[in-house]
């Protein structure tokens, strides 16, 4: 089944949202695919959020998708807490609400991936938290897609 071409861009960016790095990926213009953007590293200043909201601007973005690490037992614990204080952060400096997308394991799933392709330990820490927003930003996508 095809899917309907769209008139607009509505461009997403996904983020995997740690205490030190924020992990970004963006969708393409359709709205089909997440690729891994940058990684931001988080600062006392603010100045991670002015990048996000320059890499929102840059591309157009019409929707930010964010990881919530539950934990296991699907309660918000205090990480999840501490996340959902940036991405308010985060929503104010760029004027777009926050989906919000269980995120449990992303990291050791992006982790486990570059494992199997070989990816080296010091090179996978540089991308392992993009790989991570793209997961969830491609979950996102795909439920969407399929009208969940």
Known sequence: MKKPVRDSVE????LDVGTRRIGVALSDA?????????TVQVAPGGEHLSRIAELCRTHSV???VAGVPFELSGKAGGMAKRVRHI????SEATGLSV???????????????MVEAGVGLKDRRKVVDQIAAAIILQCHLDAKGRGI
Do not use: C, F, K, Y
């Open 11 to 14: 461009r997403s960016i996904g």
């Open 62 to 64: 019409t929707e930010l």
């Open 99 to 113: 989906v919000e997308v269980d995120e449990r394991l992303t990291t050791r799933q992006a982790d486990r991936a």
């Open 87 to 90: 991405l308010a952060q985060v």
């Open 30 to 38: 359709m709205g089909w695919t997440a690729q891994p953007l940058e």
